[in-house]
């Protein structure tokens, strides 16, 4: 009895190692390929619980993940014969599986060392097809962009490789580069500053002479209220002084004689020359 226990014991053992090792699990991360002695039977199995052929079928997992790789700082030659250093890395993600493993046996490090004379390749073409003004300022999101495009058509179907993102971290010049960098530089910036006050200075006098017109358009306007207004009250006077001497010429008479003394003789000093027995003294003889 205890030996048919014994067994029994072993061979639920077994099956439940067998039926342990029929399942395996790929997460949301990775991409799977299935192999049977050697030779791919699924080429790309999906995230989740699948079941394989013990001992016969093997599983092997990869990245399905953005994966970075750091290229080697290279020396290039612009169209001008200007060398330079560039340092650049490239995003890349496995497309197809199947092709990724025939190719690379499912070894990053191998698809990186394939990968990267076709980068280093594509970028000194790029490069030596442009100035160095080009390279560093004007065409360099460019480059990038043609140089993915070369790349996918052909590592996609080399090694099953998709180039999400190829970027330039850094250029370095020899001294001689540097300082005709520089000088362009500086070149580039002194035209934009000339071009930036050219356009400010005629902004300027558009300014200034709208403000002028403006100023003359107010002062005229000002000019011709003032006057207006003037010649009202002018009027008004004139009426209140006609008013005033219709109701008693007499009193209006004397009263104006009264001011033209007082203005006449404002100061000791004053001398009027003038006949005593003139109408200017009429009241004056007479003020008793």
Known sequence: ??????????????????????????????????????????????????????????VKKFEARVQVLDARPGEFLTSE????????????????????????????????????????????????????????????????????????????????????????????????????????MRTERNRDAAEHRSQGRERAEVIRADADKQESIILAEAYRDAEKIRGEGDAKAANIYAKAYGKDPAFYAFYRSLNAYRASFAKKSDILVIEPDSEFFKYMNKAR
């Not at 039926?19 to 049977?36: A, C, D």
């Not at 495009?149 to 330039?168: A, C, M, P, S």
């Open 1 to 58: 009895m205890s030996m048919r226990m014994n067994i029994l014991f072993v061979l639920a053992a077994l099956a439940l190692m067998i039926i342990s090792s029929s399942f395996f699990i790929i997460n949301e991360t990775e991409r799977g390929v299935k192999l049977q002695f050697g030779k791919v039977v699924d080429a790309d199995i999906q995230p989740g619980i699948h079941w394989k052929i013990p001992m016969i079928e093997v």
């Open 81 to 184: 014969k200007k060398r330079m250093i560039v340092d650049s890395f490239v995003m890349w993600k496995i497309d197809d599986v199947e092709r990724f493993y025939t190719r690379t046996l499912g070894q990053v490090q191998r698809a990186e060392d394939l990968m990267s004379p076709r980068v280093n390749g594509g970028l000194k073409d790029k490069i030596a097809a442009r100035t160095l003004s080009e390279v560093v300022t004007d065409q360099r999101e460019q480059i990038m962009e043609d140089l993915q495009k070369d790349l996918n058509t052909i590592l996609l179907d080399e090694l099953g490789i998709q180039i999400v993102d190829i970027r330039i971290k850094s250029v370095e010049f020899s001294q001689e580069v540097s300082e005709t960098v520089y000088d362009q």
